[in-house]
């Protein structure tokens, strides 16, 4: 008799305390994520969409009120290619002239080749970092909705890149020099030795968006958003997260 009521005892806190585990509120929860960033035409250069990854941090208010941290990084670019009409590069043509024909003098060549100009065409590539605090709202319910309102600063680096161009140089009494050179040629490697640039931009806002929800366990959820993240940039996503 003393080992059966030993043995429920034991039984019984073990239970016990297997729900007080279960019913220890799930205040926190972390989640990631994949959207794609709609990148808006700029100058008349139209970009592709860029994708973005991303993880996030929320913590419950009340049943239906949340705070939610998230953080996103560009894992497949936006992309573009521009091409810039025009460009005088004549000093430049006038300097390689110089080079390859040292007995030669400035006036000459200036005499022979009035001018050059290039049409220059670049790839860009946009890279998008976004930081936001968020305020929540979900509604009851395994099937719900959601919205939310924040802060949210946001940084795109663009990578410039020369790809190709056509060289056109005027030459008096004969015809025009004229060749189209890509990446990868001599023409092109030799010319100027074109730069990569490297620009960035950062900006600070308010971002909002909603979504809707399904609670797949007690722990796990889903979650399907529209984001706007500044005035010019919006995001589809997809996440899945985890309560504890």
């Known amino acids: 008799m003393k080992k059966t009521l030993l043995s429920l005892g034991v039984l019984g806190v073990f239970i016990s305390s297997v729900v007080a585990a279960q019913e220890k509120p799930l205040n926190f929860y972390a989640g990631v994520g994949y959207g794609t960033v709609a990148v808006p035409e700029d100058d008349e250069i139209s970009f592709s969409d860029a994708d973005n990854g991303f993880i996030q941090l929320g913590y419950k208010l009340s049943e239906n009120f949340f705070i939610e941290g998230q953080y996103s990084k560009s894992v497949n670019n936006a992309k573009a290619t521009y091409?810039?009409?025009g460009i005088d590069v004549t000093d430049e043509w006038w300097e390689s002239i110089l080079e390859?024909?040292?007995?030669?003098?400035?006036?000459?060549?200036?005499?022979?080749?009035?001018y050059a100009v290039i049409d220059l065409a670049v790839n860009i590539d946009a890279s998008i970092e976004t930081s936001a605090i968020y305020g929540v709202y979900r509604s009851s319910g395994d099937l719900y909705f959601k919205v939310k309102a924040g802060?949210?600063?946001?940084?795109?680096?663009?990578?410039i890149k020369p790809s190709a161009?056509?060289?056109?140089?005027?030459?008096?009494?004969?015809?025009?020099?004229?060749?189209?050179?890509a990446e990868g040629d001599e023409e092109f490697d030799d010319f100027g030795q074109l730069p990569v640039e490297k620009v960035s931009d950062k900006d600070s806002d308010f971002s909002g968006g909603v979504g809707v929800g399904y609670k797949l366990t007690n722990r796990f959820f889903s979650e399907l958003e529209y984001t706007m993240l500044n005035d010019d940039l919006d995001m589809y996503s997809l996440s899945i997260n985890f309560a504890f």
Not at 165 to 181: R, W
């Open 165 to 181: 161009f056509d060289f056109y140089a005027e030459v008096l009494g004969n015809a025009p020099i004229v060749f189209t050179a």
């Open 83 to 85: 091409i810039e009409e």
């Open 151 to 159: 802060y949210l600063s946001e940084k795109t680096t663009l990578t």
């Open 100 to 114: 390859m024909n040292p007995g030669t003098t400035l006036n000459e060549i200036q005499g022979v080749f009035p």
